[in-house]
């Protein structure tokens, strides 16, 4: 029930995101110059959330924004799975010396302090924003590695993997066709709590002034907040939202977790 | 088990090693140096200031030099702060974090156990998806939203507390920026210990024992508390290991002479051996904190006792 | 640790200033951000000092005479000066100061300040050993110095901290780090007394100073921080009696809530952008560069993003100067409508329309007023002029290494000057010059600037600094933004503050009630 709530609700943030931009005269980055500067929300010149202090229209930037946000929240989610999936299931499979090898590389990388490796990365590499993706993908990626490795080392030892690998089928098959399916449980629900903390990252990065070059919730939210005094409803929509979505997705994950807690219970 | 230990401590060097090797080339990957900026220096100044640091040496003489240094326990000249040495700055910030960070540690802890074992103990009733929803918006706002607004409420407008800064001989400096380092942590505590009770009173085990007409709260104080708080417990390994090396938003907020800003203002800078020094220190706090929750896991669930 | 700190507990009129970033050191020689000289003017003095209106004052020199057509000054240092540990201060202690400026192993970033002197380029250069500078103590407390040829400005020279002496035995005996509390003795109104690094650096009055009877404030605390907001919180909660700036977007409260508090004053600095005058098409088509710069509505800017904490600027050196009468282009005084007509015009005849609009890039580095100010300007240029206007925001290193590799089409930049004089700005664009990253070389203009060197007569050489500068204007290799402001907030319980063009305050100038 609480998930068939919070999946609609997603989804109607996902609508508006979408399609606020086509009911608005106004660009993301277009300055209305002849409007009011600084202004509340108004009909007056159709914008409806006001605009911010360089006279853009919050409407419009808080759809933009959002785009970019739940963009870098699912591919960075996609890198960091995508990764930790193939790093964890291979480590778990090998197991012994290889995966003892695996698993002590995570914990070098777990002992880098997380910010200053994605700021490192965003410096070298410039802003680009695959470049993001994959920067905080690619740090995010540990405790997929990790939660993967632990299931599948259990797996492994389970007859049917006996008996595919007496079949003659070779390693990477084994992994493929046998592990990986039998880890979706568990990934659908890593994955849906690495969602909001990847968004999370993102604006952080934003409030340093290294996040992506167009604009996200995180950079609306970091604005606003700069302006919380004069111009307050400009950080009150993108942190709406913001907090919203992040909400929505924590609540997903949370019942995810408990059906899957329940569905392990009953068998 | 002091051979355990040991072992176990010892295991750590290669990793530290690892870690400041990486970091080392990582920034020195990074384009940019130590002196530059909007001026240009005069060419022969640059190339006396490039001598005094010994950046005109080869790299992996570079390298060789810093881990040698390292090797008796000089982090070497800060780049930023002339004149002084890294293990001063790290010195001189690590006491203030520490403090900042046990206090929020301690708050977190305390606030987000209540609030957790509030929540799992009243399931299904009305207080606790309040509470739950309220965790939930806590790990849901950036803490840079969350610290001027406190500074905004509690300083600006009621009086109450200073709005920054940093003074020996003045505890009320640390109230704000330990509720804005605690804020998130208690939040995301309280989910965990929650969790961890529901799922611990939903054994198999517990389901009985509670059919049997065991109160609920003998229950949790006598059984279900040690498997619920293993995930705390593993959580709080890094983040203690994060509270305690300070946090860059909250330093720059209010004024506090802290470790954070030098993981991010020290890689901005090309700070190279402060770089070095933070992230090091990092790791061994990681790897220290890390040992610690085994040996508690360990002592806490007698079927990880391996050693 | 804790020793270093117990300040708050003592007696004594107490002057709070937030000073902005951490000073990167005390070392008169070696620093070069303006929180750092702020804490050298009043821990150091030179020989002359900046007074209240921006005039030159005698400081540690009561009085000089300039002789040879202004290339000879000979000093008089005020009889008695100490140390403040008591030591007598003499000339010889000035002459060292300068030598180790210029000396390139110094690693001084103001190294190149004191090229007037005689001797002083050769020896930066590592042609000349620091001893061959000319200047000399003739006794205890007189000193000479010759220039290469005239500088109206030398005086002003003399007050900038890079000029200022150090404690020579402190220096041998603890190298780079003698500038720390329990080390550094010093020559100006107050001494320091604590260093907490990224918190604060702490003053006490000097008593061996030869002024201290009219030294007002007992004890100076400069508090460090990079977060304007978060300084403006400290100052409304009465933390702070002064800050360092404030920030542009809450600029209309602070006005409508503490106005009588808001020091606004012309400031010696320039906002603009740079073109790379090395990549086409902006390279080599003036007529481009114009349009870009005519499309810009500078007013808008500084009403509407600086929100008036700023003026707009269409010149190079900026208004005030001494001896020196603002340049402006023509079209600077058509309204804007025209302006705009002039650059679409520009455009077209350049044959760019919209179906083939002109591509530029944008560059800046990583600060919200920086992307501001570059989000309002790329708005004005597309919705404008047609022009696509990419934003490349960079970190900052990145960014100086890119933009003095030429690797940049339109970058941001800003100069701050570091004397009252037009060549401070003029210079820049010269073509040695390390920062001409717009990589634009005029030889007439290089030669205007070598003749008005040359020029004894004050009039004469405003007058070549003045056709210099017009024609920078009319290639136009950077397209001027605005003019900096200095912008302070007061509290009314300190007196004596004055607004002046360098922005320097001394705080032996100053007084508190209470």
């Given at each position: 029930m609480g998930l068939i709530v919070a999946l609609s609700l997603l989804l109607a943030i996902i609508l508006f995101v979408l399609l606020a931009p086509l009911a608005s005269p106004y660009a993301c980055d277009e300055i209305d110059?002849?409007?009011?500067?600084?202004?509340?929300?108004?009909?007056?010149?159709?914008?409806?959330?006001?605009?911010?202090?360089?006279?853009?229209?919050?409407?419009?930037?808080?759809?933009?924004?959002?785009?970019?946000?739940?963009?870098?929240?699912?591919?960075?989610?996609?890198?960091?799975l995508l990764i930790g999936v193939a790093y964890g299931a291979c480590a778990g499979y090998a197991g012994g010396r290889v995966d003892t090898l695996m698993m002590r590389a995570v914990d070098v990388l777990y002992a880098l302090p997380f910010m200053f490796l994605v700021i490192v990365l965003m410096v070298l590499f410039g802003r680009h924003l695959l470049l993001l993706f994959v920067a905080i993908g690619a740090v995010n990626w540990l405790d997929m590695a990790r939660v993967v490795r632990g299931q599948t080392l259990v797996l492994r030892r389970r007859e049917f993997i006996a008996a595919a690998r007496i079949g003659g089928l070779?390693?990477?098959?084994?992994?493929?066709?046998?592990?990986?399916?039998?880890?979706?449980?568990?990934?659908?629900?890593?994955?849906?709590?690495?969602?909001?903390?990847?968004?999370?990252?993102e604006s952080f990065l934003s409030f340093l002034g290294l996040g992506a070059a167009s604009t996200s919730w995180g950079a609306l939210v970091d604005d606003g907040a700069r302006e919380m005094m004069a111009t307050p409803w400009s950080l009150l929509f993108p942190a709406l939202f913001l907090g919203a979505t992040l909400l929505l997705l924590n609540l997903v994950a949370e019942q995810l977790r408990l059906r899957l807690a329940r569905g392990a219970g009953t068998t | 088990m002091l051979s355990f230990a040991l072992r176990r401590l010892l295991s750590a060097v290669p990793t530290l090693f690892v870690l400041v090797t990486l970091t080392f080339f990582l920034m020195r990957a990074a384009p940019g140096g130590p002196f530059d900026g909007e001026r240009t220096l005069p060419p022969q100044v640059e190339a006396a200031l490039t001598r005094e640091y010994h950046l005109d040496a080869p790299l992996w003489r570079q390298y060789l030099d810093y881990l040698g240094n390292l090797a008796h326990g000089d982090l070497g000249p800060s780049f930023q702060y002339e004149g002084y040495r890294v293990t001063e700055l790290i010195g001189d910030a690590l006491p203030v974090s520490l403090a900042l960070g046990s206090a929020a540690l301690a708050l977190s802890l305390l606030l987000g156990g209540v609030i957790g074992a509030v929540a799992a103990l009243r399931q299904g009733r009305w207080i606790d998806p309040l509470l739950t929803h309220i965790t939930l918006i806590g790990v849901s706002i950036p803490n840079y939203v969350i610290a001027p607004l406190l500074v905004l409420l509690f300083a600006v407008t009621l009086g109450w507390l200073p709005a920054g800064g940093w003074h020996h001989d003045r505890p009320t400096d640390m109230v704000l920026p330990v509720i804005a380092l605690a804020l998130p942590q208690i939040a995301y505590i309280a989910r965990l210990l929650r969790n961890g009770l529901i799922d611990a009173l939903a054994t198999p085990y517990l389901r009985t024992a509670r059919a049997k007409g065991l109160p609920l709260r003998l229950l949790v104080l006598r059984h279900a508390w040690r498997p619920a708080v293993l995930p705390v417990i593993s959580h709080l390994g890094p983040a203690a290991a994060g509270l305690l090396t300070g946090s860059v938003v909250v330093e720059q907020v209010f004024g506090i002479p802290g470790l954070g800003r030098y993981f991010v203002q020290a890689a901005l800078n090309r700070d190279y051996t402060l770089v070095l020094g933070a992230v090091l220190l990092y790791g061994t706090l990681i790897v220290l904190f890390n040992f610690v929750v085994d040996l508690l896991y360990g002592a806490l669930d007698p079927r990880l006792r391996t050693a | 640790m804790l020793v270093l700190c117990p300040l708050t507990a003592q007696a004594g009129t107490l002057l709070r200033i937030g000073n902005g970033p951490e000073p990167e050191s005390l070392d008169p020689q070696r620093m070069s951000s303006v929180s750092a000289l702020n804490i050298a003017r009043d821990l150091y003095e030179g020989l002359t000092r900046i007074g209240a209106d921006g005039e030159i004052e005698p400081a540690a020199a009561w009085g000089w005479q300039i002789a040879d057509g202004g290339r000879r000054y000979t000093f008089d240092l005020r009889p008695n000066l100490r140390w403040s540990n008591g030591a007598a201060l003499t000339a010889q202690d000035f002459v060292a100061a300068l030598r180790r400026v210029v000396d390139p192993a110094t690693g001084a970033p103001y190294a190149q300040l004191f090229a007037p002197i005689v001797n002083a380029a050769a020896i930066t250069a590592g042609h000349a050993s620091p001893d061959t500078l000319a200047v000399w103590a003739l006794g205890p407390s007189r000193l000479q110095i010759l220039l290469k040829q005239p500088a109206p400005y030398f005086l002003g020279l003399l007050a900038h901290p890079a000029s200022f002496p150090i404690y020579l035995p402190a220096l041998a005996q603890y190298g780079r780090a003698f500038a720390r509390p329990g080390r550094l003795v010093s020559n100006g109104a107050y001494r320091l007394e604590a260093w907490r690094v990224e918190s604060q650096v702490a003053l006490q009055r000097n008593r061996q100073y030869w002024d201290d009877a009219h030294t007002q404030i007992d004890r100076v605390q400069y508090v460090a921080g990079d977060d304007v907001a978060a300084q403006l919180q400290r100052y409304r909660a009465g933390e702070l009696d002064v800050t360092s700036e404030v920030p542009l977007v809450q600029a209309p409260r602070i006005r409508a809530d503490e106005g009588s508090e808001l020091h606004v004053a012309a400031y010696l600095g320039s906002y603009f952008y740079g073109i790379n005058m090395q990549r086409a098409p902006l390279g080599d088509h003036l007529a481009l560069r114009r349009a870009l710069a005519m499309a810009i509505d500078r007013e808008l800017i500084v009403d509407k993003v600086m929100n008036g904490l700023a003026l707009p600027a269409y010149g190079w050196v900026p208004p005030g100067v001494s001896g020196y009468q603002a340049q402006l282009p023509d079209w600077a005084r058509w309204p804007y409508a025209r302006r705009l007509a002039e650059a679409q015009r520009l455009l077209a005849d350049a044959g760019y329309s919209a179906a083939h609009p002109l591509q530029v890039e944008i560059r800046y580095n990583t600060h919200d007023d920086h992307k501001r100010i570059a989000t309002v300007i790329a708005a004005m240029w597309k919705q404008r002029l047609g022009v696509q206007a990419t934003l490349v925001n960079e970190e900052n290193k990145v960014f100086f290494v890119h933009r003095?590799?030429?690797?940049?089409?339109?970058?941001?930049?800003?100069?701050?000057?570091?004397?009252?004089?037009?060549?401070?700005?003029?210079?820049?664009?010269?073509?040695?010059?390390?920062?001409?990253?717009?990589?634009?070389?005029?030889?007439?203009?290089?030669?205007?600037?070598?003749?008005?060197?040359?020029?004894?007569?004050p009039a004469a050489r405003a007058a070549l600094l003045e056709a210099a500068e017009r024609r920078a204007l009319a290639a136009q290799p950077f397209i001027p933004i605005y003019w900096y402001v200095s912008k302070h907030l007061v509290k009314p319980r300190v007196h004596g503050w004055r607004d002046n063009l360098l922005d320097v305050h001394y705080s032996k100038d100053l007084g508190v009630d209470g």
């Open positions: 110059f002849d409007g009011p500067w600084s202004s509340a929300p108004t009909l007056a010149h159709q914008h409806w959330f006001g605009t911010d202090s360089l006279g853009r229209d919050l409407f419009v930037r808080t759809a933009c924004g959002g785009r970019l946000s739940l963009l870098v929240g699912v591919v960075s989610t996609l890198v960091s070779s390693d990477a098959r084994i992994i493929v066709r046998h592990i990986v399916p039998n880890l979706v449980d568990i990934v659908v629900v890593y994955a849906a709590l690495t969602l909001p903390q990847v968004i999370l990252i | - | 003095r590799l030429g690797l940049t089409q339109i970058f941001r930049a800003a100069w701050i000057g570091d004397f009252d004089d037009a060549l401070s700005f003029l210079d820049v664009l010269r073509a040695g010059n390390g920062r001409n990253d717009e990589h634009w070389h005029d030889t007439a203009y290089d030669a205007l600037l070598q003749r008005a060197s040359s020029q004894s007569d």
